[in-house]
């Protein structure tokens, strides 16, 4: 059975740093597609990184490179996402989700290509 659990979300002041995790079960990281989302209030879910199975390739959406680092870690079968510098604008709920299937890169951000997801954790970046 494939799970997926995030943690690490809070409240972070604008500049600071937050390392999010989500532990996976059920499948190994080198077998699957894992990608981190978020959904902000009033706002579509949208693609944050990606990390692909087959090559360890990894995407961001514009908004968060430099800032924004996405990790895994085989032996805990955990993958990460470190937030700095983060903005007011970072505020939502961030999720993984993961895939058998490694979609096309331009297709990496979109929720219709994972079948399996977390429950989400909440990050507000707040003064």
């Known amino acids: 059975q494939v799970q997926l659990v995030e943690s690490g979300g809070g409240l972070v002041q604008p500049g600071g740093s937050l390392r999010l995790s989500c532990v996976v079960s059920?499948?190994?990281?080198?077998?699957?597609?894992v990608a981190w989302f978020r959904q902000a209030p009033g706002k579509e879910r949208e693609g944050v990184a990606c990390?692909?199975?087959?090559?360890?390739?990894?995407y961001y959406r514009d908004s968060v490179k430099g800032r924004f680092t996405a990790s895994r870690d085989f032996a805990k079968s955990t993958v990460y996402l470190q937030l700095n510098r983060v903005k007011p604008e970072d505020t939502a709920v961030y999720y993984c989700?993961?895939?058998?299937?490694?979609?096309?890169?331009?297709?990496?951000?979109?929720?219709?290509?994972?079948?399996?997801w977390g429950q989400g954790t909440q990050v507000t970046v707040s003064p």
């Open positions: 989700a993961a895939d058998v299937i490694v979609p096309p890169e331009r297709y990496w951000g979109s929720v219709g290509q994972y079948k399996y």
């Open positions: 059920g499948f190994t990281l080198d077998s699957h597609a």
């Open positions: 990390i692909y199975s087959s090559d360890g390739s990894i």
